[in-house]
Structure formats: structure tokens, C-alpha cells
């Protein structure tokens, strides 16, 4: 039975991410400039999940700057990137950009 604690807390936990307001309200956040395929993807280590044209992150290890190549190589070129919400500037935003799929 205490083998089964570990994978139960972690399916509560993805449960609870699944939720509207906690899914838009991570540590980083990230507006794709067209819409996700998919309500999910993962960067590495990191779940994002996606809705209403926005998705967002908890707080990871990776660097802010890591962190936005890594989702525009899942997702495509990005209108916003905020980290703790601030956003990145237009010149960070483009270098993010330049990484795009």
C-alpha cells in the first residue's frame, strides 16, 4: 500500500493542475501566436497545460530564457512570455522567437 502513496499523490496533483484557474495562473505563462494544438506538453521536466489560446508553467530550474526556447520549439513563435508576471521584453521575445520550430 505505501508503494501506491507516491503515484496517488502525483495523480492528485495532475488532477488538481487540470483545473481552469490553476492551469492560467503558473509561474510562467505563454501566448502563442496561433493557437495550441494541444491542451498539454511538456518541456523536459516541465508540464504546461494550454487553454484559451494562453498556457502556462510552474516555476522550474531551467533559466527564464531556456524555458521560453524551450516551449517555442514545442509550440511555435510567441506574441508573450512572463515569468512571475513579468513579461519579456521585445528584444528577449524576439531571441526566444528565433528558436521556433
Known sequence: MIR???????ALCLAGAATPAL???????ATPTEAPKKASFITQTTVWKCK???????????SDKVM???????????????????SFDAEALAACNARAK
Open 4 to 10: 501506491f502513496a507516491p503515484i496517488a499523490a502525483a
Open 23 to 29: 492551469a492560467q495562473s503558473g509561474h510562467y505563462t
Open 52 to 62: 484559451d489560446g494562453s498556457c502556462a508553467a510552474p516555476k522550474s530550474t531551467m
Open 68 to 86: 521560453c526556447e524551450r516551449v517555442v520549439q514545442r509550440i511555435g513563435a510567441l506574441s508573450t512570455f512572463t515569468v512571475g508576471g513579468t
